[in-house]
């Protein structure tokens, strides 16, 4: 098996570590494409049941009641489309199928879920991610620059340091010259 295989561009691992199981209730965000543009979709509902643990295949399934018409839906954990997965309860439940929950009246679901929490888990919407790749790049750049500066301020002392031993050497030539001269003149003087 090879490990570079891509299955879904969605953060597999992100989406498989929320724990999604029956009894939560989520808000799930759907990319809905119209006329060449995509918005964003809430739909928040009960999850009825989950399918397929976290393979790249799972699903689950939610349901609202919507103008007091059911509707569900079955989600794939991993799909593009899904922008967003928040969990907004968890309730605790004996089962692992709620499916029994279709034919519930809206006064035994009160007393069913009566030990619920609230909870606030979400995975990162495009927008986060976005964001957060922007301020990743921002200081890279201050990064770079401060950098820059350090190595232009190094140079300028480099440079400020260069010629004052440029002229320590250029006193040094001109003690030489001299001494060669008076190194010179006493040979002369003995020729005479």
Known sequence: M????VI???????RADLGIKAGDTVR?????????????QAFEGL???????????????????????GVEK????????????EIVKRAKVRRAKLYFIREKVARELKR???????????TKGSAELEAERKAAEEEEAKRQEEEAKRAAEEEAKKAAEAPVEEESSA?????????????EAPEEEKKD
């Not at 009825?48 to 939610?62: D, M, N, P, Q």
């Not at 079955?74 to 997965?85: E, G, Q, R």
């Not at 069913?112 to 979400?122: G, Q």
Request: positive net charge; charged residues 30%.
């Open 2 to 5: 090879t490990n570079n295989v």
């Open 8 to 14: 879904s561009p969605v953060d597999m691992k992100e």
């Open 28 to 40: 799930v965000w759907l990319k809905i494409e119209e006329k060449g543009k995509v918005r964003l």
């Open 47 to 69: 999850v009825l049941a989950r399918k397929h643990g976290s393979e790249a295949g799972g699903t689950f399934t939610v349901r609202k009641v919507s103008n007091g018409v």
């Open 74 to 85: 079955i989600l794939p954990l991993y799909s593009p489309t899904i922008d967003k997965i």
């Open 112 to 122: 069913i879920f009566r030990r619920t929490t609230p909870v606030s888990l979400a």
């Open 171 to 183: 006193q040094k030539t001109e003690t030489t010259e001299e001494e060669v001269v008076a190194e």
